[in-house]
């Protein structure tokens, strides 16, 4: 018989799932699983006839930390292999202030394809359930003290799994265990118009980031396969709308590659995107990964195109490299094996 995982219920749901007559104890139960014991023995507020039969019906993790990859500037990745012995990659990111933030995976590879993504060439094996979600926040806080902050930008595209991170955010953010604010909640996504749209109508309402990396049609295409049937004149106004419903600015993020999306031209094109808009920038400039055929972008290339886009009066955020050592760096994720592939 297959064990229930508790990191995967809320309240309401583990009564149900454990058949418990007293809905008290649900919550003592949920309480304990948000604080990330990883044994029933130290419930110690429950009998121990419901802790036997705790072990007996359910689990409190159905993952395991493989490797652990520590980088001098603080950052840590955590190798992370599944029940069914598929692989993700969990990241925690330190800020110059000392703030924690868990970038946590969604999906056992990527279908999306954006050629400058380590992901992208694994293609997809599955997504993964709320369960194995809360499960990287754990691991995480259990190695790194308690995190400030958890992002939706590791493996895989949010919006195509958008159902397990509600559930997700439902359960980190509940007030009878970990109690963590959707203030600290961000989703990144290469944009799925259908999903934002979801989002916004349906919340939470959360923070959102749109991975742009370039306001060029032609070029989007080439770099994002997604903005073939997602176009950036659909997606402008999907964030203008999710802005709007939500009450929040809105990130666009692009990733800067030599030669390709630093000139002019491009930041023209970001500028005239950016236009009207509720959004803040973030430029990162490309993170190198061996096997993929871009460069990374010179200083100068870097600091001409954020000379340019703040010129025009935007609220642009230039992303420090971190993790890069580890491989632990925006859109170097995936270098734990993929089972299926």
Known sequence: MQKINLCGLLPEEIIEELNLKQAFRAKQIFKWVSSGIKDFSL???????????????????????????????????????LEDSNAVETVLLTDKEGRKTACVSCQVGCAMK????????????????????????????????????????????PMQ???AIRKAIAILSSKEGRNLSTKRITLSTCGILKGIYDLADNGPHIRLAISLTTA???????????????????LRKAIDYYAEKSGKRVTLEAALLHDKNTDKVSAQNMINFAKGLDVNINL????????????????NEV????????????????????????GGACGQLGKAENKEN
């Open 161 to 163: 799994n958008l159902g």
């Open 284 to 299: 990162i400039p490309w993170n190198p990964v061996s096997i993929l055929p871009f460069q990374e972008p010179s200083q």
């Open 114 to 157: 954006c050629a400058f993504c380590m992901t992208g060439t694994l293609g997809l094996a599955r997504n993964l359930t709320a369960g194995e979600i809360v499960e990287q926040f754990f691991y995480l806080e259990e190695i790194c003290g308690k995190l400030d902050n958890i992002v939706f930008m590791g493996m895989g595209e």
């Open 43 to 81: 419930m110690t507020n429950l009998s121990l006839d419901l802790r036997k039969d705790l072990e007996e019906k359910a689990c409190l993790r159905t993952s395991s930390i493989s490797n652990v990859l520590k980088d001098s500037d603080g950052t840590v990745k955590l190798q992370i292999t």
């Open 216 to 234: 060029n049609e032609d070029l989007r295409n080439e770099l994002m396969p997604v903005n073939r049937g997602n176009p950036l004149s659909d």
């Open 303 to 326: 600091k001409s195109f954020v000379y340019l886009l703040e010129r025009a009066g935007l609220n642009v955020t230039l992303r420090k490299k971190r993790g890069r050592k580890i």
